[in-house]
């Protein structure tokens, strides 16, 4: 692909995920990018197929930092600790990116791409890939007695995405109107996660 066409087809990212981030999915269409760009529709079909292929492209980006964020390079002494810090990472990333987090997970548009083109999801497989990577050293150290790696990688997956999906779906309302209220709750549940690996734990 020429650079000419490569610095377009990234302006079209640029101002794609702009347009998302200020206006959500649902209210973002190819015509009102065009007119970002000041371009024409017909222009923007001719780097992409339509718009979930533009969602597509942008999950793959959003990955990069979403990964970069939760899986930092830090020097932990115990195994436990890394994949805390990991897990508490990935909650403050949730929180204060929330439509950075709903492109990554909860948007059916990328997946729609990755279906149709039969392609794989190498931003989630990575973060699952990092993810077990630390769950690996933990059982190491003894914790998920009786689990598998695979078991162990999505239990914890599965409650990180499971208390965030509740948190954005203003389902955890129903315990505190309070968003603010919300949020400490939502911070809580972590703490008392880790309290549950400790019994999971043989010595």
């Not at 436990?80 to 949730?94: D, G, P, T, V």
Request: proline letters at 2%; aromatic letters at 16%; one cysteine or more.
């Amino acid at each position: 692909m020429k650079p000419k066409k490569d610095h377009k087809r990234q302006v079209i990212l640029e101002n794609a995920m702009n347009l998302y981030l200020k206006n959500g999915y649902a209210k973002m269409s190819i015509r009102m990018l065009a007119n970002e760009i000041k371009s024409s529709p017909s222009s923007i079909y001719s780097y992409f197929k339509d718009k979930d292929e533009i969602f597509y492209e942008l999950q793959v980006q959003a990955f990069m930092t979403f990964n970069e964020f939760v899986f930092e390079e830090c020097v932990f002494k115990k195994p436990i600790s890394k994949l805390k810090h990991q897990c508490r990472n990935y909650f403050e990333f949730a929180i204060k990116n929330t439509l950075f987090y709903e492109l990554l997970f909860m948007l059916k548009a990328p997946f729609n791409t990755i279906e149709s083109r039969n392609l794989e999801w190498k931003g989630g497989r990575m973060a699952i890939n990092k993810l077990k990577e630390s769950i690996s050293e933990t059982i190491k150290e003894g914790y998920f007695s009786g689990f598998s790696l695979k078991q162990a990688t999505y239990f914890v997956f599965n409650y990180l995405h499971g208390i965030i999906a509740l948190y954005l779906n203003k389902r955890l309302s129903m315990y505190d109107d309070s968003d603010k209220n919300v949020i400490s709750l939502v911070k809580k549940s972590l703490e008392d996660f880790f309290e549950l690996l400790k019994s999971t734990r043989k010595l």
